[in-house]
């Protein structure tokens, strides 16, 4: 194997993951290709893990792939980083009140091993070393 | 210099109260507030912010101006009530101008909602050892390097003390604080702690620590403090006392023991050879133990003269005696080398040096948990000093480390061979016996112990250890209270272990004495003379309740110095499980980020550990993820070879949850098979079973298997006939299972011991629908409605009651609203699209709206675009099987299911038996499928709709021409309103043209009062014509309508009526109230003109009340029906009539398209007067004094496609009388004139009246309808009948368009043919 057919692929991902405009990425994930969108975004925070609109498309891409919590963490980030943007802050509305209801709707006891909870939570103390 | 991190530990709330209350009766009005703001700063420090605002609330009522208070309200409430921050602010301002807490309240308030506070941030950073930062921050809150406030004080001088540089300004701010309070003993405390954190003052504060330690309030501190400054100190000569002191005062300290040991055991300074006179200065104070100067001056000989053999020999010493050993070592041996006559004169403080120095790398690595490394240091420095002279304190440590690396029998040997060397040791006793009782070999460690006395205080732990581990076998073996005498026992010797308590703790809880269990545990800190030691049993109490945060609390009183490994283990379990209740809880609240954050952490503190995978699928589970749950627990029952039963039931449960049926059954099952799970897993686990059961049932029962449905909940019944789930699924069987009374009776019990639950009043709900008792159904579905219960089920509910009571329009309303919540539930069922951004900046462009609105709600499929969309889904919808009456039915020896109780499906289908001539009761007609009928807003939209309708209808009876023939021609143009709340309306204009022949011949003296002139009269033709009204309105089971009999007949009549027709389950009924033309004759009918008199006479009307009731009993049923009327028209004699009857019925076919009736029925009625002629005074109605019919009705129904059609056959035999009647009934003049005529022309034959008569024959009945649905709303169809009795035939002929204005409508079941003489509504 030559180093060009190692490459190209290689180029290919990159270019989608430096350019990335959402067209090309909705192309990607209409034409099911999930886990390529995958790749490339997270390719693309490799080069900038502050970069609040990739971590939003990561997120939205990863919705798909039913990583819902992991999407959730991602859209806190983004919106730490931009607290102004409006997409952001609806998709994680959005996100946070769905998975609010897919928590109510999966409250089920799991039998003699109940949670009592105390009446407040403060944070814990620092974990130990 | 050593790194200190510090913080205060407040004494709990209940010391603060207790020493409140031990003030004298003349301070306790001022010390009440003090103990208030106490409190309230306790609770701030505990980062209670809600209970401190609670408590400054209170310091305020017992003093409205307290500044302070007001000062910390303002800060408190500025994040979450900023208004009422400003309130106290203000407040502030006007009692305290000056306060220092203005600003920090102003800058705090500047910050808004959610700011932390300075002193918040100071706190946290010092919790996180960043005491620079804390001390900012503090400084910051202060608004200046000076504490406004004492308690707060404490706590900054103690990190600031922390700092590189702050120690001095902390001492002397501390110090102060002490001159100006002198009986304040937490800061006294506090000086001392400060003060032992530098060498030149640690003497002082252990001093000061001595004296604290008896203090109820912070004595456990002093200790605590007390001893870790003696660990610190650089003991010399004739700090024995100290050592001794603390031991004498708190007791048994290992590590202070060895401290004390090492400084008695220390080789005594060597006289030095001074060589000049800062080397002898130096020597001096090294011998007077004036270590710092000694060190001091050796290092200046040194600075001066590096090749100094003495100096150097000297620093070795000072070394020596700074515990620094491998310094000590290296100048000792450079000065031997240097100076081999140094040699005999420093050979035991090198041997010293060596030993020491290889014991504390053996001690290094052990601590490292390098066991391997640790034990062959040990092995090294013992081996290298004889035997005797060994100190035991390091044998013992060898002898844990040779255990520990699983080498117990060398320590055995090791122990022993020691013991040999000095027999009483009480060291190496007890870490013998330790050995021995580890190895279960109890009965040799009490032989060993027995030959110490009991007295003997070094023996203490490790006779408190055997005890303990006697109990353990105690308890192992299940004699809880053998075990309680041996802890209690022990617990006197030693009432100070917590270990010793916690154990008896966990006996007492284990024999359900759990309040005990807690007062002994609640003493345990108090008790403990080590509040280190205390603190971890406190957190392992703690932990075995499962309050992790007590847990974490307690742990954190552990100084940093005495965190074992196994309290590092159990701070991270704690950490983690708290965490995930943390997550639960936010989950809980809605605040699905917080939970992922929190679950996120405890995922990553959990690491690999499998102890914990149990903790996490819990909370992957609560967070609404149980598939993660499962495959969490799944790796972690494959990575444990012995998966205890706690976790295997666990994860049972979790298969539960997530429909892993199968394998929830293999769990279960293996671990009933197991043996091994404790009375309380038994039951768990039972649990869980009992919840499999119900669910299996409840999915045979929606099969319609109702024998396994019953064979799943037999057993659980017998086992737990109280638990409402049971008891539920059982209403829910007995529902299914016909019988209603049975499951509402269950139902309404359930209901009255658990009224909150929603699962019950849903159930009672269905039971009292299913069962009819529709007002018990209303009151629970009005009483869901206002509790908010499920609200799209109470719709369906209420629709399902409405359409029950025939109220359709509000049936469709509630089926909307259910459809419309469930629409916003099920769009929330999927995760939401998110949108994406664009690199470029903004977001993507969204579809239009109206594009949006085109895909709907539904995939997209992914993938390349076929050329074809594929068709709708291939597999057809199914259709509910034939609804038969709700519950059971007995088909072929079978009991099975019907689909469900589902409602009417249409209108009763009318199937009137003709032969009687009206007068039967119609019986309800089986209702098959109907296109359309499993959605209810599809069937309710059609049912609902409005409609324009024509008809023609031809009737021709055969009959005397002029009289009783009759060609009866209508055309009736019908519209009905949509349906609503208030019901609906239908007007009909209908034209009729009626024409009975021509009157001629011998028919004249029939006819009028054409007798009278002999029949001289020109033959008269008898038609009439006209169109009538009639305006109707209908409203559920009620009916109402008016109108007029048709406009332009001679005799025209108000008419309508008012009816009633209730349905309870099985029965039917009708109540009719009415006035109606009675449409025989065209006497009867239109009325006519007699031109002898000049009178019209007929146009009668039949006005009276009739009750029908049916009842069906699923295959067959009886019906009875009864009626009195009477008959009024002009110039016609009133007449009164009375009619009853009843029958029987059977369904001889039933199938999904077409049923088969038959029947046997009996009509009799009769009238007062006979009526039926055409002379005057008569009505031209069939009335005769009694009539009885015996019929046998055969009745076909079905459907064929598009088409409905009916077919039936009636025979049968009548018997009727009629009374003989005057010419001129109730004209007696006329009457009179006749019979005087008659008498003057005897040959006319003219008829003085009519004879009575008696009559028997068989009748038949003919007929046929059909209905065509043309399109979703266009209906045509027709019927064609004969009817034939003796003198009696009649035929009619209808036809009818009908256009319906909304929904999809159904094909009916059979033809459902206007009826032109009743109600449009009926």
Redesign the interface.
């Known amino acids: 194997m030559n180093t060009r057919s190692l490459l190209i692929p290689l180029c290919l991902v990159c270019g989608i993951a430096a350019a990335q405009p959402a067209p090309q990425l909705e192309a990607l994930l209409e034409s099911g290709r999930v886990d390529d969108a995958v790749s490339a975004l997270e390719f693309q925070l490799g080069e900038n893990p502050y970069d609040p609109v990739q971590l939003n498309n990561l997120a939205a891409t990863r919705v798909r792939r039913a990583e819902y919590f992991g999407a959730l963490e991602l859209l806190d980030r983004a919106a730490r980083l931009a607290p102004e943007n409006p997409t952001i802050a609806d998709n994680r509305r959005q996100l946070r009140e769905w998975l609010a209801t897919r928590i109510g709707a999966n409250q089920r006891p799991l039998g003699g091993d109940a949670l009592a909870l105390p009446a407040g939570l403060p944070p814990p103390p620092p974990l130990w070393e | 210099m050593e790194a200190l991190t510090r913080r205060i530990a407040f004494a709990p709330l209940a010391t603060l109260l207790v020493a409140v209350a031990l003030l004298q009766p003349t301070r306790v009005a001022a010390a009440a507030p003090q103990a208030l703001i106490e409190q309230a700063q306790f609770w701030e420090q505990?980062?209670?912010n809600?209970r401190a605002i609670e408590s400054w609330q209170r310091v305020l009522a017992a003093d409205a101006n307290n500044a302070q208070a007001l000062g910390r309200l303002a800060v408190l409430n500025a994040g979450s009530d900023p208004a009422a921050a400003q309130r106290y602010l203000e407040r502030l301002r006007g009692v305290a101008p000056d306060s220092p807490a203005i600003a920090q309240a102003q800058a705090v308030l500047r910050g808004g909602a959610g700011a932390v506070s300075p002193l918040e941030r100071a706190r946290a950073s010092a919790?996180?050892g960043r005491n620079a930062e804390a001390v900012a921050a503090y400084r910051e809150a202060f608004g200046g390097p000076t504490p406004n406030d004492d308690r707060v004080a404490l706590e900054y001088y103690e990190t600031l003390a922390g700092t590189e540089d702050g120690w001095a300004q902390a001492r002397d701010g501390l110090r102060a604080l002490s001159a100006r309070d002198a009986a304040d003993n937490q800061i006294a405390l506090s000086y001392a702690r400060v003060l032992t954190y530098r060498e030149p003052s640690r003497r002082e504060g252990i001093a000061k620590l001595a004296a604290l330690a008896g203090d109820r309030r912070v004595g456990n501190d002093a200790r605590a403090a007390w001893r870790q400054a003696l660990i610190w100190l650089v003991s010399r000569p004739g700090d024995e006392t100290l050592y001794q002191q603390y031991l004498d005062t708190a007791g048994r300290d290992a590590e202070v023991e060895k401290r004390r040991a090492e400084l008695v055991s220390r080789p005594k300074p060597v006289a030095p050879v001074p060589v000049d006179q800062r080397l002898q200065a130096a020597f001096v104070a090294l011998e007077g133990g004036d270590i710092a100067a000694a060190e001091s001056g050796f290092e200046r000989v040194l600075a001066s003269n590096p090749q100094s053999a003495d100096a150097r020999a000297g620093l070795g010493v000072v070394r020596l005696r700074q515990n620094r050993f491998a310094e000590a070592r290296r100048l000792l041996d450079g000065a031997v080398a240097a100076k081999p006559a140094l040699r005999s004169r420093y050979a035991e403080a090198q041997r010293s040096a060596t030993f020491w120095e290889r014991v504390r790398a053996a001690e290094a690595a052990d601590a490292a948990g390098d066991l391997a490394t640790a034990t062959r240091a040990y092995e090294t420095a013992l081996g290298a000093t004889p035997s005797a002279r060994n100190e035991p304190s390091i044998e013992r440590a060898y002898a844990d480390a040779l255990v520990r690396a699983g080498r117990p029998e060398q320590a055995e040997r090791r122990l022993r061979a020691a013991l040999q060397q000095r027999p009483n040791d009480p060291q190496l006793l007890a870490a013998l016996s330790g050995l021995l009782v580890s190895k279960g070999r109890n009965d040799e460690a009490q032989r060993l112990l027995a030959t110490v006395p009991a007295s003997d205080g070094a023996l203490r732990g490790v006779r408190i250890e055997l005890a303990r581990s006697r109990a353990g076998a105690a308890v192992a073996a299940g004699r809880l209270p053998e075990a309680e005498t041996i802890l209690k026992e022990t617990l006197a010797y030693a009432p100070e272990s917590p270990w010793v308590r916690l154990d008896l703790a966990r006996v007492l809880r284990r024999m359900g004495r759990a309040s005990e269990a807690d007062s002994l545990l609640d003493a345990m800190v108090e008790a403990a003379p080590d509040a280190a030691d205390g603190r971890l049993a406190q957190a392992y109490a703690f932990a075995e309740s499962?309050?992790w945060?007590e847990t974490?609390?307690a742990l954190?009183q552990v100084p940093a110095a005495q965190?074992t490994g196994a309290a590092?283990r159990l701070?991270?379990e704690a950490?983690v499980r708290?965490?995930?209740?943390?997550a639960?809880?936010a989950?809980?609240a809605?605040?699905?980020?917080a939970?992922?954050?929190r679950?996120?952490a405890a995922v990553a503190?959990a690491g690999q550990r499998q102890d914990l995978a149990?903790a996490l699928a819990?909370g992957w589970?609560?967070?609404?993820?149980?598939a993660r749950a499962v495959a969490e627990l799944r790796r972690s029952l494959a990575a444990q070879a012995q998966p205890s039963a706690?976790d295997r039931?666990?994860y049972?449960?979790?298969l539960l949850?997530v429909d892993q049926d199968a394998e929830f059954e293999a769990v279960s099952g293996a671990l009933i098979r197991s043996g091994t799970m404790t009375a309380?897993?038994q039951?768990?686990?039972e649990?869980?079973i009992v919840g499999y059961r119900v669910k299996l049932a409840d999915r045979a029962r929606e099969n319609g298997d109702l024998p396994d449905a019953y064979r799943q909940l037999r057993e659980v019944v017998a086992r737990y006939p109280d638990q409402p789930r049971v008891k539920m699924a059982m209403a829910r069987l007995f529902a299914s299972a016909g019988e209603p009374e049975k499951s509402l009776a269950l139902t309404r019990g359930l209901l009255r011991s658990d009224p909150e639950n929603p699962e019950v009043r849903a159930a009672a709900i269905e039971s009292a629908l299913a069962a009819g008792d529709d007002l018990q159904a209303e009151r629970w579905i009005d009483d869901a409605f206002e509790r908010g219960d499920d609200r799209a089920a109470a719709h369906r509910a209420a629709a399902r009651l409405a359409e029950k009571r025939g109220r359709q329009a509000l049936a469709l309303e509630h089926y909307r609203a259910a459809e419309s919540l469930e629409r916003a539930q099920n769009a929330?069922a999927g995760?939401?699209?998110?949108?994406?951004?664009?690199?470029?900046?903004?977001?993507?462009d969204p579809l239009p709206s109206a594009l949006r609105d085109l895909i709907g709600e539904q995939d997209v499929p992914?993938?390349?675009l076929l050329p074809r969309a594929p068709g709708p889904d291939a597999v057809p919808a199914t259709l509910p099987p034939p609804e038969r009456f709700a519950g059971l039915r007995l088909e072929r020896g079978v009991l099975s299911r019907s689909a469900e109780p589902a409602p009417t499906v249409a209108a009763p289908t009318r199937l009137g038996l003709k032969l009687d001539r009206g007068t039967s009761t119609s019986i309800p007609a089986p209702s098959r499928s109907v296109a359309g009928a499993a959605d209810p807003v599809v069937r309710l939209e059609s049912a609902v709709s409005g409609w324009a309708q024509g008809t023609f209808q031809s009737r021709n009876r055969i009959g005397e021409s002029g009289l009783s023939r009759l060609l009866d021609v209508e055309v009736a143009g019908d519209l009905a309103s949509t349906q609503w709340r208030g019901g609906r309306f239908a007007l009909r204009a209908r034209p009729v043209y009626l024409n009975a022949g021509t009157v001629a011949g011998a028919n004249k003296l029939l006819f009028g009062t054409l007798a009278l002139i002999v029949g001289e009269n020109d033959d008269l033709p008898q038609s009439e014509s006209g169109t009538a009204f009639d305006v109707a309105w209908r409203l559920g089971s009620l009916g109402l309508d008016m109108g007029t009999t048709p406009l332009g007949f001679p005799i025209e009549n108000l008419v309508g009526g008012l009816r009633w027709t209730p349905q309870f389950d099985n029965l039917s009924l009708a109540f009719d109230i009415s006035r109606r033309a009675v449409t025989d004759s065209l006497l009867s009918y239109a009325g006519t003109h007699d031109p002898l008199t000049g009178r019209d006479w007929g146009g009668v009307a039949r006005t009276g009340a009739r009750t029908d009731l049916a009842y069906d009993f699923t295959g067959y049923g009886v019906y009875v029906n009864g009626g009195y009327f009477t008959l009024d028209g002009r110039n016609v004699d009133d007449n009164t009539q009375y009619e009853f009857g009843g029958g029987v019925f059977l369904r001889a076919l039933s199938s999904d398209t077409r049923s088969l009736t038959v029947g046997l029925n009996l009509t009799t009625f009769g009238y007062e007067r006979n009526l039926r002629h055409f002379t005057l005074g008569h009505g031209g109605y069939f009335s005769p004094q009694f009539f009885l019919a015996v019929t046998v009705p055969l009745t076909l129904t079905g459907t064929y496609g598009n088409l409905s059609y009916s077919a039936e056959a009636a025979v049968g035999l009548q018997n009727f009388r009629e009374d003989g009647a005057p010419l001129f009934p109730g004209r007696a003049s006329l009457q009179a004139e006749l019979d005087e005529l008659a008498e003057f022309e005897p040959e006319s034959n003219l008829p003085l009246g009519y004879r009575s008569q008696s009559n028997s024959g068989l009748g038949y009945r003919l007929g046929g309808a059909a209905q065509y649905r043309l399109s979703e709303r266009l209906f045509v169809g027709g019927s064609l009948s004969v009817d034939n009795a003796r003198d009696y035939q009649e035929f009619q002929f209808q036809t009818f368009l009908r256009w319906y204005f909304n929904g999809v409508q159904p094909v009916p079941d059979s033809p459902q043919l206007p009826r032109i003489f009743e109600s449009p509504l009926r």
């Open positions: 505990r980062g209670e809600q919790r996180a499962q309050r945060y974490l609390a954190e965190r590092a701070q991270r950490w708290y965490q995930v209740q943390r639960v809880h989950a809980n809605g605040d699905a980020s939970a992922v954050e679950l996120s503190a149990s819990q589970a609560a967070l609404g993820d149980p706690g039931i666990q049972a449960a979790l949850q309380s897993q039951a768990a686990l649990d869980l929330r995760p939401p699209m998110l949108a994406l951004l664009d690199a470029r900046g903004g977001a993507s992914v993938g390349p």
